[in-house]
């Protein structure tokens, strides 16, 4: 399969995907950020791994061909971007017919909680989600996932849902 990680920054889930996908199989990942990027190359290179790439891309302004993904894959990005729904819309063009698109998102709304009050653990957790704010992220993604994947506006290709 070819896979695109969105937002892959240091690469972890890429380095998943190209386990999973095998020699034979290829990952791209993108992101804007160049010092992840770095790390992830390192990493890449360090495991003397061919069938992973990163390159460097902003998702607000994708210049990539259409139906070439087997699969696209994000793991907390698409709450950090101003317009998730239009991304979606743009990155189902680039799946070949049948191909998957499958989205990791956090919400705040389902924080961890304890039965036993843990102040600490309470501070701790305000302190992520307030950092999460602070970063521009969008905090209720995680729910917000199922209206974006099935807005009626996507191209009318035949890609699969998997949340
Ligand atoms: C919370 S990190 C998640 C990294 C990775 N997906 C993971 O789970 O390990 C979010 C990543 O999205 C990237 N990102 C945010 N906005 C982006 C954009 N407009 N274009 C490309 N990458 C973006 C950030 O640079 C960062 O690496």
Same mark, same amino acid.
């Given at each position: ?17 190209? =386990?999973? !996908? ?5 990952? /791209?990942?993108? @992101?804007?950020?160049?010092?992840a990027?770095? #790390?992830? &190359?390192e990493r ?8 992973? =790439?990163? !390159?460097?891309s902003?998702?607000?302004? /994708?210049?990539? @061909? ?6 696209? #894959?994000? &793991?907390?990005?698409?709450m ?15 799946l070949k ?15 961890s ?6 102040p600490?653990h ?5 302190w992520?989600?307030?950092?999460v ?8 993604l995680?729910?917000d ?18 949340l």
């Amino acid at each position: 399969m070819s896979i695109l990680d969105i937002g892959c920054g240091r690469g972890d889930v890429s380095f998943l995907l190209a =386990d999973m !996908v095998g020699i034979e199989g290829s990952v /791209l990942g993108l @992101d804007l950020n160049d010092n992840a990027l770095e #790390v992830a &190359r390192e990493r890449a290179s360090e495991n003397m791994l061919k069938n992973v =790439d990163f !390159v460097k891309s902003d998702l607000n302004a /994708l210049s990539i @061909d259409n139906d070439q993904f087997d699969a696209i #894959v994000g &793991r907390r990005v698409l709450m950090y971007l101003p317009d998730p729904r239009r991304i979606i819309s743009e990155l189902s063009a680039l799946l070949k017919i049948g191909g998957i698109m499958i989205f990791q998102e956090s919400d705040s709304t389902l924080s961890s909680k304890s039965i036993v009050p843990m102040p600490l653990h309470q501070h701790v957790d305000k302190w992520i989600w307030d950092t999460v704010e602070r970063e521009g992220g969008n905090t209720h993604l995680g729910f917000d996932l199922w209206s974006l994947l099935t807005q009626k506006d996507l191209p009318s290709k035949n890609f699969v849902l998997r949340l």
